[in-house]
């Protein structure tokens, strides 16, 4: 028998459930009470009624079911099969994991949970393992924004009581710190404006922060450069450049928390242990004030919180070359005058009291603060103060001062210009400013009526004329008197120098016509003068036209003396001369003669000793023979013959005259050249 599936209805039913079953097998299970929950997801449970049991409804206020009430439930589904969720009883929705990327940290809100204290603003810290443990956050978690974040990372969180909003990590950039001001925590205490630092990793750990009694509003600490995982509800970050003092400048700083200056003083003492304000709390707790500060900053880059200090960038203060700084201070401890008795115009103190220093700054730049103390600038070399309209120096201290102008004995007014050089020693430049308090008031209150009054009191005891005729006079006792006047200052005066004067234009036009008159009468007596040198010219020039030819006879005379005498004077020169040239040749011939006879003298002499040196070496009738061979050979006479002729053949005899003929014959051989070869040409 054939057996097919189609056959038997009941089969092909079962096989398509079974198939649909395999397709549809997530909606299938689900009929049957299954969920499957993937790995990367949760279930979220919805329970729709509940029948049975004493936990049919929700607490009044409460939104999440703990207890297995109808509504939205705490707990969820983690991955994997759950039995027993009927669909008509449970709604299961899954959701995917919270994924917080690595530069990202969650924001949470809850919807459910204790409502928040009257003043708070976010939601206490409670372990929940962050935030997957609802029923965990339920049992004293408070609803609303909570302070703790979710860090990077993947998450198991209920969405139907937390809300989780993205946000990017707070990234301080180089160069920039981060100011904070907090949102909630306890309220500033009276007089405060900045809440005091708090241990909380930079503002990381709200938890830390909360508990640590951080004070909401603006916040001491700051936040250096780097990435951070702060709650932006609880924590608003603003970022500031940081303070940066240039190289010969200087930074005057401001606090704006500390206790309350002292009665009397304008800024606060320099206190240890703050890091040039970069602690502000450790400044606070130190006792610094606030306000003003004495300390300054020096060139470099500081981390300070601008809400806590501002800082101001001045110039250092320069003194320069030929000069001293007096330091004039507004702050410190009370001092001592060190000037004794003798000095009684004011108090002169040591460095770090209160009034005007003794010990003076020398050439240089000082990290010095304006307001704090003032630097006055007292040259040390000679000043030249010039009581002239429009004329004035570079430093300025003449600026004001202007010609002088004084009335003489007899009624005129004229005007002089003056020069005074004064020298202030570095040792009294303190007590200048301690008495006129800079260089200006010395000039104005001292220097301009002295040297005024006084060439205003010389002129009324002496006329214009004679002013002007006793000005180097007058220069003289103007230095003594002004130097006496100003010594009692503790100024030294070096030198006073009378300038251009102006006497009145009527009195130079008397003057100017009587000297005009005076240079007439002298020209009138020239012109006399020169007419009696005009006739004595006119006579000498007469006698000049008839000079001439007495001169040329007078010279023909003269030359014809002089030619007489110059003949006179060559022949008895010539006579002279020969007479001179004879003598001359006779004592050479004498001399010459002399010398040659000596000369043969000692030759001969020198030869006779000679030979009778040789006569005594050897008998005389041998010496005679020798010196008579000696003369033959000199004269080339032969001795002996070249042939010898004997009778006879004995041995040392000559031979034969054929002998002879034969000697004679090889001897002209042997002294014959030897011809040379002829050569015979082949025929």
Not at 319 to 341: K, L, N, Q, W, Y
Not at 472 to 496: C, F, H, M, N, P
Not at 557 to 571: G, H, M, N, R, Y
Not at 618 to 628: C, D, F, K, L, R
């Amino acid at each position: 028998m054939q057996f097919t599936l189609f056959a038997n209805p009941w089969l092909a039913l079962l096989a398509a459930v079974v198939l649909l079953a395999l397709v549809f097998h997530r909606r299938t299970l689900r009929l049957f009470g299954f969920v499957i929950v993937p790995d990367d997801s949760i279930g979220t449970v919805t329970k729709k009624f509940v029948l049975f049991g004493r936990h049919k409804e929700l607490p009044p206020g409460r939104i999440l079911a703990l207890y297995g009430e109808a509504g939205l439930q705490a707990d969820t589904l983690a991955p994997g099969l759950h039995l027993g969720l009927w669909p008509w009883q449970y709604r299961v929705e899954l959701v995917k994991f919270t994924v917080v990327p690595d530069d990202a940290i969650g924001i949470v809100e809850a919807c459910d949970g204790l409502p928040l204290p009257d003043g708070r603003v976010l939601a206490r810290h409670v372990d929940c393992d962050h935030f997957q443990d609802a029923r965990a956050f339920l049992a004293a978690g408070e609803r609303g924004l909570q302070m703790t974040v979710v860090p990077p990372g993947a998450w198991r969180i209920n969405t139907l009581l937390f809300t989780v909003r993205l946000e990017r990590m707070t990234v301080i950039e180089p160069g920039k710190i981060g100011i904070v001001e907090a949102r909630d925590g306890h309220p500033l205490s009276g007089g405060r404006v900045i809440g005091r630092a708090v241990a909380c990793d930079s503002f990381q750990d709200a938890r830390a922060f909360m508990d640590g009694g951080g004070e909401r509003g603006p916040q001491m600490s700051v936040i250096p450069q780097g990435k951070y995982r702060i709650n932006p509800g609880l924590f608003r970050v603003a970022q500031v450049q940081v303070t940066d003092v240039p190289d010969n400048k200087v930074g005057i700083v401001t606090t704006r928390e500390g206790a309350p200056l002292t009665t009397g003083e304008i800024a606060g003492p320099e206190v240890p242990g703050h890091n040039l304000f970069q602690e502000p709390q450790a400044f606070v707790n130190v006792g610094g004030t606030k306000g003003l500060q004495e300390q300054v900053l020096l060139a470099g880059r500081y981390f300070i919180n601008p809400m806590f200090a501002t800082v101001e960038i001045i110039d250092m203060t320069e003194v320069p070359i030929a000069s001293v700084g007096v330091v004039v201070a507004f702050v410190g401890r009370a001092g001592v005058d060190v000037t004794g008795e003798g000095f009684r115009h004011a108090n002169m103190v040591r460095k770090g009291e209160k009034g005007v220093w003794v010990d003076v700054l020398d050439p240089g730049k000082y990290a010095i603060n304006t307001y704090t103390h003032k630097v006055r600038v007292v040259p040390t070399a000679n000043v030249v103060l010039n009581w002239a309209t429009g004329k004035t120096e570079a430093h300025r201290l003449d600026a004001n001062l202007s010609t002088i102008t004084v009335r003489s004995a007899d009624g005129f007014t004229f005007n002089l210009d003056v020069s005074q050089i004064i020298h202030i020693p570095r040792n009294d430049a303190p007590k200048v400013i301690a008495r006129f308090g800079s260089m200006e008031a010395l000039v104005t209150q001292v220097l301009e009526p002295t040297i005024g009054n006084y060439f205003r009191n010389a002129a009324q005891n002496s006329d214009v004329i004679d002013f002007l005729k006793k000005r180097s006079e007058r220069q003289a006792e103007a230095k003594a008197a002004i130097a006496l006047a100003l010594k009692a200052y503790d100024v030294g005066a070096v030198e006073t120098l009378i300038g251009d004067i102006v006497p009145p234009a009527e009195l130079m036009k008397t003057l100017t016509d009587r000297k005009l008159a005076e240079q007439e009468k002298v020209t009138f007596t020239t012109q006399m003068e020169a007419q009696g040198v005009r006739q004595q010219l006119e006579q000498a020039t007469a006698l000049a036209r008839t000079q001439a030819q007495v001169v040329d006879a007078e010279r023909k005379v003269a030359i014809a003396e002089f030619s007489a005498q110059a003949a006179v004077k060559t022949a008895d020169g010539a006579a002279r001369s020969k007479k001179i040239t004879a003598e001359a040749d006779a004592e050479v011939t004498r001399v010459t003669g002399q010398a040659e006879a000596g000369r043969t003298l000692a030759i001969g002499e020198a030869e006779a000793e000679v030979i009778r040196q040789k006569i005594d070496s050897m008998e005389s009738g041998n010496y005679a023979i020798v010196q008579v061979a000696q003369a033959l050979a000199g004269a080339g006479v032969q001795l002996v013959p070249e042939v010898l002729v004997g009778g006879g053949h004995s041995a040392g005899q000559g031979g034969t005259l054929v002998d002879v003929l034969l000697a004679g014959l090889v001897k002209d051989r042997l002294a014959r050249p030897e011809p040379a070869p002829v050569e015979v040409a082949a025929t």
